[in-house]
């Protein structure tokens, strides 16, 4: 089997992974008819959009303009596109070898706004940030893994995993003060100098989520299971961003998602109900 047959193989294993059957999906027709209707619209826009070109930038790294033009697949947002020159002018190499190289590729606001020079300080061991002092706290080329340490309160940590010449990678950033909320839980593919977004499910490769996987009912009354259920059914799509948490894995493996145990102020929970998801983030 050739290396693109065995890449191309490994992108589908992880759209299967994220749409595996414990949770609720989209379903094959549904996901069928959007994919016809986007290449429709597509086909019936290509006369007056036959050629699409990326100018790059030898200077700064390009700014996707393609996301518009992603219709076939509404799941995969290109975000970034990179030319030789700029990966060289970046890492050093034509081609991320490490999550120390996906590091600098990242866009700047995935990375607390530092700047590609400030993160590579950051990697020689040094402090950016002015007031915040930040650093690289853990960095495990082995497992993939790495974060920051410095004078804030919550946690920024990405990881990766890699088969042949395709990256995924997963960047989760919790902020805490009376509770701790996500501000941001992203997880992307990079190949061929493109890095894109993908949307097929949380990091922890779910899109439905519903409250006894995060409570252990059989320690909580009957008035605590009601109040949370009632409560639960009036979330919407951003709740679940902001309240659901990760941890990456460190292991290279396992990934954790847990909510806070402040998660419902009118009800104060007992805190041994609170349940820890884990499960495997890459196959």
Known sequence: MTSFLKTELLLLKTKLKFMRSK?????????????????TQKKNTQE??????????????????NNM???????????????????????GKADPEN????????????????????RKQMLDGKKVGGGLEMDIGDLDLKNQYLNFQGN????????????????LFAVNYTE??????????????YRNGVIKELKYANLAGYQDLWPE???????LTKEQ?????????????????LRVMYNLPKDGKTIEMYIDNGFFEEMPLPYEAFKLVETDMWE
Do not use: H
């Open 23 to 39: 949770i609720k999906y989209i379903t094959v027709l549904g996901i069928t008819l959007l994919i016809a209707c986007s290449s």
């Open 48 to 65: 007056d959009d036959s050629v699409v070109e990326t100018v790059v930038n030898e200077d700064a790294f390009t700014s996707s303009k």
């Open 69 to 91: 033009l992603e219709k076939d697949n509404p799941f995969e947002i290109e975000i970034l596109r990179y030319s030789t020159v700029e990966l060289k002018q970046r890492i």
């Open 99 to 118: 999550i120390r190289d996906l590091f600098l590729l990242l866009p700047d606001r995935f990375a607390f706004e530092f700047s590609v020079d400030e």
């Open 152 to 167: 804030y309160t919550g946690n920024w940590e990405m990881c990766a995993n890699r088969e042949s010449d395709l990256w």
């Open 176 to 189: 805490c003060g009376e509770y701790c909320s996500t501000m941001y839980a992203k997880m992307f593919s």
């Open 213 to 219: 996987l995060f409570f252990d009912y059989s320690k």
């Open 225 to 241: 299971i009601e109040f949370i259920e009632q409560e639960w059914s009036k979330l919407t799509s951003l709740d679940f961003n």
